[in-house]
């Protein structure tokens, strides 16, 4: 069974940084893209940032040049590193595997169950 599990949320003051970890684990092949996703209270879940397997990136307009997505692909992990962080990044982060095959060959997409991010002073 496949599960995907964040870690590194937390309180952190305005300007601040913190580093995001989900791993996954089970019979996992490959992944296609693993991405990280939040939702504050009242809004809509939004992407944050995306990683392929063939290395391209992607982010949303509002955390560019702060936070830095990366993956370990032996590990099946995918890291967010978020500096200068600010209070409108409050949110739950959740990591998201699309394309992940099973060694059973079935597909599927994944999700987290989502870790909270507070900024606040």
């Known amino acids: 069974q496949v599960q995907l599990v964040e870690s590194g949320g937390g309180l952190v003051q305005p300007g601040g940084s913190l580093r995001l970890s989900c791993a996954a684990s089970g019979s996992i092949f490959s992944i296609n893209t693993m991405a990280w996703y939040r939702q504050a209270p009242g809004k809509q879940r939004e992407l944050v940032a995306a990683?392929?397997?063939?290395?391209?990136?992607n982010y949303a307009d509002s955390v560019k040049e702060r936070f830095t997505i990366s993956r370990d692909n032996a590990k099946n992990t995918v890291y967010l590193q978020m500096n200068s962080l600010k209070p409108e990044d409050t949110a739950v982060y959740y990591c998201?595997?699309?394309?992940?095959?099973?060694?059973?060959?079935?597909?599927?997409?994944?999700w987290g169950q989502g870790t909270q991010v507070t900024v606040s002073s």
């Open positions: 998201h595997a699309e394309g992940l095959v099973t060694m059973s060959l079935y597909e599927g997409d994944y």
């Open positions: 990683s392929t397997s063939g290395g391209s990136t």
